[in-house]
């Protein structure tokens, strides 16, 4: 069973940039999907990003989009979310999740449910 690991959050001011990692305790990282999503106090957890286990394709929420940058190094088994220009409402617990390439379609790589293994999370905060 794969565990993931989530880092680099912390505390910026709006307009700052952050970069998360998400490290998968396999050596075949490369075979799983993996999605990023994040989830602010009192709201339903969201989806940021994804990439399918080959790299060839990446997804994004609309309100991310041209922001926020997801990619994967597979000698790293690493997964990373590239955030810029970061606003206020960016803030909350984000999570990596990942799934054993076995998504279909590519609606299925925006839903919570796709994914069989999440990591703990990593708070991001944004200051106005």
């Known amino acids: 069973q794969v565990q993931l690991a989530e880092s680099g959050g912390g505390l910026v001011q709006a307009g700052d940039s952050l970069r998360l990692s998400c490290v998968l305790s396999?050596?075949?990282?490369?075979?799983?999907?993996i999605g990023w999503f994040r989830q602010a106090p009192g709201k339903e957890r969201e989806f940021v990003a994804a990439?399918?286990?080959?790299?060839?394709?990446?997804f994004y929420a609309d309100f991310v989009r041209g922001r926020f940058t997801i990619s994967r190094d597979t000698g790293k088994n690493t997964v990373y979310l590239e955030m810029n220009s970061l606003k206020p409402e960016d803030a909350g617990v984000y999570y990596c999740a990942g799934d054993h390439h076995s998504i279909l379609r590519y609606s299925d790589y925006r839903q919570k449910g796709s994914y069989d293994y999440w990591g703990q999370g990593t708070q991001v905060t944004v200051s106005s």
């Open positions: 990439i399918t286990w080959s790299a060839s394709n990446t």
């Open positions: 396999t050596r075949t990282s490369s075979t799983y999907d």
